[in-house]
């Protein structure tokens, strides 16, 4: 049996399937030319229509000083900024030096430090430890107003978590006691080897 009698024979027993397969191809083909001439344009409108709106938004942001980065600029920056940080955070053998530093500046307000008490809590992902120091003194508040401006404008990473204020009246004279819980940073050693 030769192609042309199969597709006679085909045609005569299952006309109605050819003609619905047929009818099928060519309403896929429609939708084909529908979507290429009408569907596919209109999604590439909006979309330069939309990336033209951000930058312009953007654009609006950087001159508002509000801009805001994409993720890969804020991972750059953090990157950075985490490297930065690490820098200045001292090594754990400098306590120290931050000890000394806690006195250097309570005597130059006119202050003395008597006992300074900490803790330490190692934070393991970060390969850091994390320090609390609480100390008090007791003098005239503008001796006090110095120490915390001292302690403010240090180098060091450090953050005064708690402050407390007592006056009381010795000798005729307000005095006044201050309380102060600092936390500050420095590289775990240990952790790093």
Do not use: C
Not at 7 to 17: A, S, Y
Not at 116 to 125: D, H, K
Not at 128 to 136: N, S
Not at 146 to 175: C, D, F, W, Y
């Amino acid at each position: 049996m030769s192609r042309v009698e199969l597709l006679k024979e085909v045609l005569r027993h299952h006309r109605t399937l050819v003609v619905l397969a047929g009818g099928l191809m060519i309403l896929n083909g429609l939708f084909y030319l529908v979507l290429q001439q009408v569907v596919v344009p209109a999604v590439d409108q909006r979309e330069q229509t939309f990336m033209h709106k951000q930058t312009e938004t953007r654009q609006l942001l950087r001159r508002a000083g509000g801009y805001v980065d994409t993720p890969g600029q804020q991972l750059v920056k953090a990157r950075r900024d985490i490297a930065e940080f690490r820098s200045v955070v001292p090594e754990h053998r400098d306590f120290t030096a931050l000890i000394d530093e806690l006195l250097v500046l309570a005597y130059r307000a006119g202050l003395q430090i008597d006992q300074i008490s900490y803790s330490q809590e190692p934070l393991r992902q970060l390969d850091l430890l994390q320090y609390e120091l609480a100390f008090t003194v007791t003098g005239q508040y503008a001796q006090l107003k110095q120490l915390i401006h001292a302690l403010e404008q240090s180098p060091r990473i450090m953050g005064i978590r708690q402050i407390s204020l007592n006056s009381k009246v010795e000798e005729g004279a307000t005095r006044v006691a201050l309380r102060l819980l600092l936390e500050t940073f420095f590289t775990d050693e240990a952790q790093q080897s």
